[in-house]
């Protein structure tokens, strides 16, 4: 990091290892202390030195080996030949913002401040030929609406399940798999409910054998006896039932003597393993990631968890009594508690026996019981499950899908209010100066689903480290602490990769970034196939190039020149002159000329603070 210490504007707050100074030629006199205190400080490694104005008038404090000095003579600079000597009028647009902008870059500050060292006097006057890396305004004022209106969309319904091949918990909790055999086999042998589902089963089967038994010549008696069995049946079946009524009604997951009241009524409620918080949040983690990832819509996320959250969501055994009256409805057990007649007719034939028979026992409903007896089972052991065993999981997987919706609808609203105001921040900006090359610009503006690609994918990968501090509390349920300054570090980030693009551009990734989000096609189209890029590295340093200095002021320098050749590191590949500094900017790309000053020219003065 370079420290920039503007002398005209403020006073020393901060220093680091790398401080530019800033000033004008008139106040580096004034500012001998100043200077004396920088240079002096361990905290400070290398200090380097851009006056602006005419006449280099150094104090004491920039003798000595130690001056590193860049002479501005005029910030609008002049196009000049260094070996020919002809001259030209340059943009008359100031540089001073562009070149204190490309000497914060701290690979070229130690390549500037090195090349100095070998320089007499550690003077020189700056000179470029610059590639512009900048994107242009509208542009990416344009780019920054159509991502904010990917973040604030409206909510897109996706029917798409969290059934990723590695979950186990969630598709069963959200009932989009099969409950597992061994879950649905909740009754206890010998328990409570095992035995009155046995009785009635006996029961019956003893009323069937009954009535199968039953002969051409059997007696009133044995019809008696039959009917005896089937009322004995719908008892035991009507107790059952009651039963599963009653547990239904009464027990919640919630209750703190759930376990033991299911228990009592030989009930197996215990949680399988593997569904537990960490579980769940392992795997809720893990597909919000892959979705993240495979660059979903946030929106459609948004529903697909809420939709996560409705489906597991216990709904309380309760709502389940119902269900028992409608497998073994009240007129079965009223048909079973008062059973119709052996049929009257004529008996005197075998074949009306055994239709009578046949019908009769139609009329007993003695295998529409069997069949309400089996589902009433069936759905008691499915409640055990979904209900109770699972239910403490199931409710978790709600409030944990349901909260970390909330979390990315914040985050979507968030993101999207910031970049409309980047968006007309860009609006007003300016393009590019005409003191640097344009073709990338140019280039750029070609590129705008691209470059919205690039930034929508940094930013969802910011999502992710957004949400890394949600996982942890929810798998201790503590759901409130997800949300928990999750503001504050959305704009931290936002501040920091607006930086990221102003500085350093889109061609390299932020240090937040998981992925390449399409950036390296953008680098491929843009800075590698520039003819401009390509000449301003190789161009040589004798050759016209803007210098920061006034007509009048290039008698003062001699006709030599000292090249520092520079480039975004995302741009380094074959073909590139030897010796370029490799820079994390990605903003600029080309030569940065330093021609000595003659002899004599600078004039260290004695005066002011350092009399």
């Not at 300054?485 to 936002?494: F, I």
Request: with cysteine; hydrophobic share 45%.
């Amino acid at each position: 990091m370079v420290v920039v210490l503007d002398l005209r504007k403020e006073e020393v707050t901060r220093l680091g290892q790398r401080v530019l100074v800033v000033t004008d030629t008139e106040r580096l006199a004034a500012g001998q202390q100043v200077l004396q205190g920088v240079l002096s400080s361990r905290l400070v490694r290398s200090v380097l030195v851009v006056a602006l104005g005419p006449e280099p008038r150094l104090p004491p404090a920039l003798t000595g080996e130690s001056r590193r000095v860049l002479w501005v003579g005029d910030p609008c600079g002049i196009l000049w030949n260094a070996d020919t000597g002809e001259a030209a009028h340059g943009p008359e647009v100031s540089s001073e913002a562009i070149l204190i902008d490309l000497l914060s870059q701290p690979e070229v500050f130690d390549q500037v401040v090195g090349e100095l060292g070998e320089i007499p006097y550690g003077t020189a006057s700056p000179g470029w030929r610059i590639v512009a890396g900048r994107i242009d305004p509208e542009v990416l004022a344009q780019a920054f609406t159509d991502v904010a209106d990917r973040f604030a969309g409206p909510i897109q319904h996706d029917t798409a399940v969290f059934a990723s091949p590695l979950a186990t918990a969630l598709p069963v909790l959200s009932g989009t798999a099969d409950l597992p055999a061994d879950l649905l086999d909740a009754l206890v042998p010998d328990g409570r409910m095992e035995r009155l589902y046995r009785q009635a089963r006996d029961r019956l089967a003893r009323a069937g054998r009954a009535l199968d038994d039953l002969g051409y010549l059997s007696t009133v008696l044995a019809r008696a006896a039959v009917v005896d069995e089937v009322i004995a049946a719908g008892r035991a079946l009507a107790e059952f039932r009651d039963a599963v009524e009653r547990l239904f009604a009464e027990v919640d997951h919630s209750d703190e003597d759930a376990a033991d009241t299911l228990a009592a009524n030989g009930v197996r409620s215990a949680a399988p393993a593997g569904m537990g918080h960490a579980e769940i949040a392992a795997e809720l983690r893990a597909d919000v990631s892959a979705a993240l990832a495979e660059r979903k819509s946030l929106m459609r996320l948004v529903s697909r968890l809420r939709t996560l959250a409705d489906q597991s969501a216990p709904i309380g055994s309760a709502a389940f009594v119902p269900g028992c009256r409608r497998r073994c409805p009240d007129g079965l057990l009223n048909d079973l508690h008062a059973p119709a007649e052996f049929p009257r007719g004529l008996l005197n034939r075998f074949v009306f026996w055994r239709r009578s028979r046949a019908r009769w026992r139609d009329q007993l409903a003695l295998g529409d019981a069997r069949v309400a007896l089996d589902e009433l089972r069936s759905l008691l052991e499915q409640v055990a499950a979904s209900e109770w065993a699972l239910g403490e999981a199931r409710m978790h997987t709600s409030d944990a899908a349901r909260t970390v919706a909330a979390a990315l609808s914040e985050i979507c609203t968030q993101v999207s209010a910031t970049l409309s105001d980047w968006s007309r921040a860009e609006a007003g900006q300016a393009a590019a100066s005409p003191a640097l090359d344009e073709e990338v610009t140019v280039r750029l503006r070609d590129r705008g689903g691209q470059l919205r690609e690039v930034i929508t994918g940094d930013l969802l990968d910011a999502v992710t480290v957004w949400l890394d501090a949600a996982w942890p509390a929810l798998e201790h349920g503590d759901y409130r602490d997800v949300q928990a300054g999750l503001e504050r570090r959305v704009d931290e980030t936002l501040r920091q990769y607006r930086y990221h693009l102003a500085h350093r551009g889109v061609q390299e990734k932020p240090e937040f970034g998981t992925t390449d989000a399409g950036r390296q096609d953008l680098v491929d189209a843009v800075w590698r196939q520039s003819q401009q890029v390509v000449r301003a590295l190789q161009a040589p340093p004798g050759g016209q190039m803007l210098q920061l200095c006034g007509d009048r002021d290039l008698s003062l320098l001699l006709r030599q020149a000292y090249a520092v050749r520079f480039a975004p590191r995302a741009v380094r590949g074959q073909g590139n002159p030897p010796g370029v500094v490799w820079t994390r900017s990605g903003q600029y790309a080309g030569t940065l000329r330093l021609v000595p000053l003659r002899p004599g020219t600078v004039e260290e003065n004695w005066s002011g603070d350092g009399a």
